[in-house]
């Protein structure tokens, strides 16, 4: 074995679920699971969300992990995700996951002599409370399709397709509805 190889942290595994839906799960569990060498010294395992700037998870091996900014009072921090006193909490397990917490997730685990990171994207979405899907034809061959999904996030993308062909359809948002028209030739 080298040398470096007896000293480097290395992520294997980041389990990260890639869309859940909002107010089905208690809870949702954010995995980064890695092996460590001989030298341990410093272990940290620290969590970024969208930007890298601020972590909102810390575990400094022996102590006790730390949620901060938009996951503070969020995260089950007596969670354990291993029995590996260098592993136990690798992972943060996200009481009550809404929309707000939607985005880019980095697992960062250093030492003092390495470091490794690896990123996941996580959308927690909200499914429409009302879909409708109007057409009708006007006097100048022309068909409006209106269809519109009430209150889900993320906005939904919306595709109006024939057997000729796709067409474009504009947005037409409003805060608390999502509707999209299309207007394409009358056959």
Sequence with gaps: MQKNQLNAVKIVKIVVPEIIQ???QDAVILDCDYTYGNNTSGLVVKWFFRNKARPVYQWIMSQKPQDMGILRGR?????????DP?????????VKPNT???????CVVSTFMEEDSRTRRMIVFVPETNFRLIQNKTDDDT?????AADRAFPAPNLTLATPERSYKIEDVCSIQQLAYKAIAPYR
Excluded: E
């Design 143 to 147: 068909v409006n399709v209106i269809c």
């Design 100 to 106: 707000d917490i939607s985005g880019d997730y980095t």
């Design 75 to 83: 995260v089950d921090l007596a969670y354990r995700a291993s029995s």
């Design 86 to 94: 260098l592993k136990m909490h690798r992972a943060l397990r996200i």
């Design 22 to 24: 909002y107010g089905v």
